[in-house]
Protein backbone atom coordinates (compact mmCIF):
# COMPACT_ATOMS: atom_id res chain seq x y z
CA UNK A 1 0.00 0.00 0.00
CA UNK A 2 1.24 3.62 -0.92
CA UNK A 3 -0.35 6.53 1.21
CA UNK A 4 0.13 10.04 -1.25
CA UNK A 5 -0.49 13.25 0.56
CA UNK A 6 -0.68 16.29 -1.36
CA UNK A 7 -0.36 20.04 -0.07
CA UNK A 8 0.56 23.24 -0.85
CA UNK A 9 -3.07 24.09 -2.79
CA UNK A 10 -4.59 27.41 -2.23
CA UNK A 11 -5.84 30.82 -3.95
CA UNK A 12 -4.06 32.91 -6.08
CA UNK A 13 -4.43 35.86 -8.84
CA UNK A 14 -3.77 34.89 -12.27
CA UNK A 15 -0.29 35.11 -13.41
CA UNK A 16 0.99 33.58 -10.03
CA UNK A 17 2.83 30.78 -8.83
CA UNK A 18 2.19 27.79 -6.79
CA UNK A 19 3.91 24.42 -5.81
CA UNK A 20 2.29 21.72 -4.58
CA UNK A 21 3.81 18.62 -3.17
CA UNK A 22 3.52 14.97 -2.72
CA UNK A 23 4.74 12.98 0.22
CA UNK A 24 4.72 8.97 -0.44
CA UNK A 25 4.36 6.58 2.62
CA UNK A 26 3.81 3.29 3.93
CA UNK A 27 5.01 1.00 0.96
CA UNK A 28 7.38 -1.64 0.95
CA UNK A 29 8.96 -0.31 -2.45
CA UNK A 30 11.19 2.84 -2.33
CA UNK A 31 10.25 5.96 -3.51
CA UNK A 32 12.61 5.32 -6.75
CA UNK A 33 10.51 1.93 -7.67
CA UNK A 34 7.44 4.42 -8.63
CA UNK A 35 6.45 6.18 -11.28
CA UNK A 36 3.67 9.51 -10.36
CA UNK A 37 1.44 11.56 -12.15
CA UNK A 38 -0.73 14.69 -11.66
CA UNK A 39 -3.97 14.50 -12.25
CA UNK A 40 -6.58 17.79 -12.27
CA UNK A 41 -10.61 18.04 -11.70
CA UNK A 42 -12.34 21.03 -12.33
CA UNK A 43 -16.07 21.12 -10.78
CA UNK A 44 -18.32 19.26 -13.42
CA UNK A 45 -15.81 18.45 -15.42
CA UNK A 46 -13.46 14.64 -16.24
CA UNK A 47 -10.51 14.04 -14.19
CA UNK A 48 -7.44 15.32 -16.73
CA UNK A 49 -4.10 13.92 -16.59
CA UNK A 50 -1.50 17.06 -16.03
CA UNK A 51 1.75 15.63 -16.00
CA UNK A 52 3.92 12.45 -15.37
CA UNK A 53 7.08 11.84 -14.13
CA UNK A 54 8.82 8.18 -14.54
CA UNK A 55 11.04 5.85 -12.66
CA UNK A 56 14.29 7.49 -13.87
CA UNK A 57 12.77 10.85 -14.54
CA UNK A 58 11.40 11.33 -17.19
CA UNK A 59 8.45 14.20 -17.85
CA UNK A 60 5.35 14.44 -20.05
CA UNK A 61 2.66 17.30 -19.86
CA UNK A 62 -0.77 17.76 -21.10
CA UNK A 63 -0.48 20.66 -23.81
CA UNK A 64 -2.60 23.08 -21.61
CA UNK A 65 0.19 23.21 -19.24
CA UNK A 66 3.71 23.49 -21.14
CA UNK A 67 6.10 25.77 -20.82
CA UNK A 68 3.79 26.83 -17.57
CA UNK A 69 3.86 23.26 -15.15
CA UNK A 70 6.73 21.48 -14.44
CA UNK A 71 7.12 18.02 -12.62
CA UNK A 72 10.17 16.97 -10.49
CA UNK A 73 10.97 14.49 -7.54
CA UNK A 74 13.54 13.84 -4.60
CA UNK A 75 13.59 10.45 -3.88
CA UNK A 76 15.35 10.99 -1.03
CA UNK A 77 12.63 12.73 0.48
CA UNK A 78 10.28 10.85 -1.02
CA UNK A 79 8.02 13.32 -2.26
CA UNK A 80 6.97 14.63 -5.99
CA UNK A 81 6.27 18.53 -6.79
CA UNK A 82 4.70 20.41 -9.29
CA UNK A 83 5.66 23.85 -9.83
CA UNK A 84 2.50 25.87 -11.48
CA UNK A 85 3.76 29.27 -13.08
CA UNK A 86 1.91 31.48 -15.04
CA UNK A 87 -1.48 30.37 -13.62
CA UNK A 88 -4.44 31.05 -15.33
CA UNK A 89 -8.30 31.21 -14.37
CA UNK A 90 -8.63 27.89 -16.37
CA UNK A 91 -6.09 26.24 -13.96
CA UNK A 92 -8.49 25.85 -11.00
CA UNK A 93 -8.97 22.65 -9.96
CA UNK A 94 -8.83 19.87 -7.45
CA UNK A 95 -5.04 18.34 -8.05
CA UNK A 96 -4.52 14.72 -7.04
CA UNK A 97 -1.17 13.12 -6.94
CA UNK A 98 -1.02 9.36 -8.20
CA UNK A 99 1.46 6.26 -8.40
CA UNK A 100 2.01 3.56 -9.77
CA UNK A 101 4.80 0.72 -8.48
CA UNK A 102 5.95 0.43 -12.30
CA UNK A 103 8.75 2.44 -14.64
CA UNK A 104 6.17 4.41 -16.36
CA UNK A 105 2.45 5.71 -14.77
CA UNK A 106 -0.73 3.61 -16.28
CA UNK A 107 -3.73 6.00 -17.68
CA UNK A 108 -5.52 4.51 -14.46
CA UNK A 109 -2.88 4.47 -11.42
CA UNK A 110 -3.45 2.29 -8.47
CA UNK A 111 -2.83 4.66 -5.84
CA UNK A 112 -3.70 7.97 -5.23
CA UNK A 113 -3.97 10.78 -2.69
CA UNK A 114 -6.98 13.04 -1.59
CA UNK A 115 -6.36 16.13 -3.51
CA UNK A 116 -5.46 19.53 -2.91
CA UNK A 117 -7.33 22.62 -3.99
CA UNK A 118 -5.76 25.32 -6.42
CA UNK A 119 -8.13 28.39 -7.52
CA UNK A 120 -7.17 31.16 -9.69
CA UNK A 121 -8.61 34.24 -9.58
CA UNK A 122 -8.69 36.69 -12.55
Known amino acids: QVQLVESGGGLVQAGGSLRLSCAASGSIFPMNAMALAWFRQAPGKQRDLVATITRGGSTNYADSVKGRFAVSRDNAKSTVYLQMNNLKPEDTAVYYC??????????????WGQGTQVTVSS
Open 98 to 111: AADIAVVVTSNPVF
